[in-house]
């Protein structure tokens, strides 16, 4: 061993003194070194082996794949817009842009109606709309014409047309879980756009039969931007462009009639635009307006005519039914009111309604005439007596006073009359007043009087009053119903 000698240190550091220390490290540096070696080549050929066996792998899954497609889009690698080129274009124009109106043919699907409200006038209905057209931007090499089906994540990038449902309130697209779109690409370009919408539409609506009407609805499309020489709006496969399902109903509608029709429609600012109709036709179901409504008003008619059948001096029960009556009548119009809206013409259930409203309370006026004629009659009685009183009849003496014109003979044929109250022969030249002529005057009043009441005989009689309006009232409510059906029906 080397002694140490100037620079030269125990931890071997390189220098002239010490080539001993340096010659008994370099076997074990050249050994780690070569072991380092053999490690990474041993690691670098597994790797190698993994990737090309991975490889086959890959190649015999798109072997298998390509066989049972026969079609290079479905297992393309790349990124759809690189497929379809959609960086390549302009999709904010339209497709043919400056050249001929582009056609975009329409199709729908109507899956339900919610609701109809009469308040509101309008109607909800959820829908799945189709549009088809060509964008020769989009089309993209394939062998068997498959198409290609995506969401509406690509629907944003690309170019749709801008349809909007006209006089709509409220209108969204279904987003659960995802939006409901879906957009179907040709290899020709032929783009098939559909969505799930739910729509609630104005829909002017006439009352003037309610609830005996039926009413025509119809929801409207029409391009926002384009005009009809810019973009042609069409149905699709015309008059059955339209389909609905089977189980579509409603509680308070019978759904008669859906067909399709198209016109054009002009705006002063902007031209004319392609708009299509869905029409609908609605009628009525009555059998719950007759529960609620017309059964309830004809049994408060015919309860108000139990009072026709009430003595007249029980003022208390007569009172109090009439009234109940007319207030349960003001009830029912009232309750019938507020589930409509308030138009300015008279409806098919106001009339019948309000001509119930006149008989029930026709019914309480009648027994006011009533009464105030029994009073009016029983005061004209008291009135007689008392100008008449018993006098008025034969007296009980059957005293008598001769005038001067009766002979002596006369008076003595009146056999049983006594002549007590004669007066003397002296005063028979001026006068002779005689009780039957007192009784012959009293006849003969009662007599004009009953003459002059002759014809307010049934009016005076209150029973006479309740017997004929026992006939008059069901009569003319009866003829009443008869004409009322027979119109609206």
């Known amino acids: 061993m080397c002694k140490p000698e100037g620079t030269c240190t125990a931890g071997g550091y390189w220098s ?10 370099m076997p074990y540096f050249a050994k780690l070194l070569l072991l380092i070696f053999f490690l990474v080549l041993l690691v670098e050929s597994r790797k190698h082996r993994r990737r090309r066996w991975t490889g086959q792998l890959e190649v015999q899954r798109a072997s298998r794949s390509y066989k049972k497609n026969h079609d290079v889009t479905k297992i393309w690698k790349g990124k759809t817009e690189q497929l379809l080129r959609v960086n390549n274009h302009d999709f904010t124009m339209r497709p043919a842009f400056g050249g001929p109106a582009i056609p975009v043919g329409v199709d729908v699907q109507v899956e339900s109606l919610d609701s109809i409200s009469e308040v509101d006038m309008d109607f909800t209905m959820t829908l799945y709309l189709r549009h088809y057209w060509k964008d020769e931007r989009l089309s993209f090499p394939s062998t068997t014409n498959k198409s290609m089906t995506f969401d509406g994540r690509l629907v944003k990038k690309i170019w749709v047309p801008d349809v909007f449902f006209v006089h709509s309130k409220r209108s969204f697209i279904h987003d659960t879980t995802k939006d409901n779109i879906m ?56 008059n059955e462009s339209l389909e609905t399902d089977e189980k579509i109903s409603l509680s308070q509608f019978l759904i008669q009639k859906f067909h399709t029709t198209s016109r054009l429609a002009f705006y002063s600012s902007t031209g004319w ?40 001096r029980a003022v208390p029960a007569r009172v109090s039914l009439g009234i109940t009556t007319v207030l349960t009548m003001s009830t029912i119009i009232t309750a019938v009111n507020a589930s409509m809206p308030r138009v300015s013409y008279i409806k098919a259930v106001d009339i019948y309604l309000w001509v119930s409203f006149v008989f029930v309370f026709l019914s309480v006026l009648e027994y006011a005439a009533v009464n ?27 005293t008598m006073m001769l005038d001067e014109n009766y002979s002596e ?24 007043v005689a ?14 009087d009953l003459k002059g009441h002759v014809g307010l005989h049934i009016i005076q009689n209150s029973h006479a009053i309740d017997k004929y309006s026992r006939l008059i009232f069901p009569g003319t409510y009866i003829i009443f119903n008869l004409i009322y059906w027979s119109v609206f029906s």
């Open 16 to 25: 002239a003194e010490c080539p001993t220390l340096i010659s008994s490290k």
């Open 183 to 238: 957009l179907r690409v040709f290899p020709d370009g032929h783009v098939l756009y559909s969505m799930r919408i739910t729509v609630t539409q104005m829909c002017n609506m006439d009352f003037s039969r309610f609830p005996l009407d039926s009413q025509m609805c119809s929801l409207e499309l029409e391009s926002y931007a384009y005009t009809d020489e810019e973009l042609m709006l069409y149905w699709k496969k015309g």
């Open 273 to 312: 635009y392609n708009r299509l109709y869905i029409n609908f036709t609605l009628r009525r179901h009555i059998f719950f307006f007759l529960l609620q409504t017309y059964f309830p008003a004809t049994l408060m008619v015919i309860l108000s005519w139990v009072s026709f059948w009430i003595d007249h």
């Open 372 to 398: 105030y004629l029994t009073t009016v009659q029983e005061r004209k009685e008291r009135k007689l007596h008392e100008m008449f009183p018993c006098t008025c009849g034969i007296p009980h003496s059957k």
């Open 409 to 432: 003979s006369d008076a003595n044929s009146l056999a049983g009359y006594t002549r007590n109250q004669m007066v003397p022969e002296e005063e028979k030249q001026q006068k002779m």
């Open 435 to 448: 009780h039957l002529a007192m009784s012959n005057e009293c006849h003969s009043l009662r007599k004009r």
